[in-house]
């Protein structure tokens, strides 16, 4: 006779035996689904209409009694009217069972024609035109419900996006012949009255209301469009004042023939701290180097009500450190119409020295062309119509440096003007489309208190294009002159002057290496040489990516030129390629570059460059 304790332990295991059984039952499908006779597309769409596998014998049960239907509702919303669906269940006493459906798709059903018809205000609005030419749905097509729910789905959007909330369909209907396979597609739209903005509110501001109204970028009782509220939100994003932007259209206050827009504003944080990193890695005229690079930008996004704002930029890398702050004031426009004033004390390095050594006819390396410049300016930028950027400006600066041995300080007061525009094809960090051409002019003259009579004169074009959605073309000219006396060139400040290398100009090349060099006799009387910069600067740029994902993509680049003077060119190439991640506050780019030139003063040079930043 069993004892109680054992029964208990008996009935324990059975138990956990049961569950056991079946959790590793519930572990397999209930069902198990087989196509067969269909395309990849019908397939897809069946299994869409079929919804979720069951996960339960009720669940089962419900799921093979709507098979038919289902099946045939999907054949159906893809124009296969005269499809023959053969179902088949095999039952399993444990595990799943298996739903076989056979189908004989049969001829599908062709559009015979589309009649799309307007009424009311919207026949005048050009916007409905374009999009019936970008329609890709035509007669001769198969029929596909999914199709013509967009379409409907496209034209009631549109309709809302400018403004004709009173809008319904009169008619709205397919006519499908299954004895000829045909069908016709009737969509007419009354559109009524179209609507126009209203009052616009602001909440939440902190500057004055002046600055408010004037970023409004279309007229009072302007026609209702979303278009029109995202260039209003556009703006005040731009403004940089702004943490929190909500424009939201009133529907619940609209009268007869307006409709009054809110504006929920938030103030973002009285200063902002961004830091950026690169870096230049490979071997040069040095041999050898790293040249890292860290920035730090401070901003005071929103100073006073008046909408001031200033930005602090400061550089460090290897004895070239920057310091440039700029405050700007809005005058007839926040972001179309500003003043500036700029300060900044900055250190650079430029070009290579280079010692004779007698004992092995060659040069060693000694250094660069060091300066300091120490500047202050003005500038009014403005923004055209036509969306041209116009801005002119007067600076003054003074270069200290050291050339062949001599020390120089000119002083410089320059008057400049210059116009640029760029456009984009949108408005990501990583734009798909793009131009930007910039071109300016600055002129100093000795009687106006600069060292020498010195016109400087630039021209920049970068253009961007993505073809087939993955493949990306990014090609970039440069170009400058500096008219002067030949006899005074010593005098023109080496930041003014026109050197290439880096990641700006022809990668695999050190920074500002390359252009004309000048030999002397140095203080111990030997022979040197220094690349002093040029009058002159062509470079260009043919960059080909290709995007691996969304957010990744690899490139293959041939950079081209050089800085030059009249009498001494020297055209320098550079190969190479890289990876780049589209993060989220703009790409990342780590490429190699390889120089396919030895100059007289620089070997065959590699680099690494590390940069971030949008491309436009």
Known sequence: MLSKSFKYCLVICVALVSIASNFAWAKDDWLNIKLTGASDKLNKNIRAHLGES?????????????????????????????????????????????LNVSIDEGKPTIIEWIDIKFSDEMLDDSSFNRWMNLLTIKPGDVLNHGVYSELKSQLVTLALARGYFDGSFTRSDIEVNRDLNTARIHLYFESGKRYSIGNVEFSGQTVNDDILENLIPFDPHAKYS???????????????????????????????????????????????????????????????????????????????????????????????????????????????DQLKFRVGLLRDKYGVTQDYNPDDRSYDYTGQLESEKRLIGVIRQQRLDNDWLFGYSVEFNQEFYNQSDTDYDPKFLLFGIGIGKTTRGDNTLDPKSGFRQVY?????????????????????????????????????????????????????????????????????????????????????????????????????????????????????FVDAGNAFDTEQFEPVVSVGGGIHWISPIGPIKLDVGVGLKETTTIDRSWRIHLTMGTDL
Not at 54 to 83: C, I, K, W
Not at 238 to 266: C, H
Not at 513 to 534: A, D, F, T, W
């Open 226 to 336: 979303t278009q029109r509220l995202n260039r209003l939100n556009r703006n005040l994003i731009d403004t940089g004042y702004f943490a929190g932007i909500k424009v939201l259209p009133q529907l619940d206050g609209m009268s007869n023939t307006e409709i009054p827009i809110k504006v929920e504003l938030g103030p973002r944080p009285t200063h902002s701290f961004e830091v950026g990193l690169g870096a230049d890695i490979g071997n040069n005229a040095e041999k050898s180097s790293i040249d890292p690079r860290v920035r730090l930008t401070w901003r005071m996004p929103q100073i006073n009500s008046y909408g001031h704002t200033q930005e602090t930029t400061m550089e460090w890398s290897p004895d070239k450190p920057k310091f440039l702050t700029t405050y700007t004031i809005p005058l007839t426009h926040p972001l179309d």
């Open 54 to 98: 069951p996960n339960s014998a009720v669940q089962r049960r419900a799921f093979l009694f709507t098979v038919e239907d289902n099946v045939n509702a999907a054949l159906e919303s893809m124009g296969h009217y005269h499809a023959k669906v053969d179902i088949e269940v095999t039952e399993a006493e444990k595990g799943p069972w298996t």
């Open 440 to 556: 300016s002019i600055e002129y100093g003259n000795s009687s106006l208190g600069s060292e020498i009579n010195l016109t400087k004169i630039e021209a920049k074009f970068k253009w961007i294009d993505t073809f087939f959605d993955r493949h990306r073309i990014v090609t970039r000219l440069d170009m400058g002159a500096n008219i002067a006396d030949s006899d005074e060139i010593a005098q023109i400040s080496p930041s003014l002057r026109y050197f290439a290398g880096g990641d700006q100009t022809i990668r695999g090349y050190g920074y500002q290496e390359l252009g004309p060099y000048i030999e002397y006799i140095n203080s111990e009387g030997g022979v040197s040489r220094q690349v002093v910069g040029g009058r002159y600067l062509v470079v260009g740029s043919l960059e080909y990516q290709y995007y691996l994902t969304d957010t990744w993509r690899v490139g293959t």
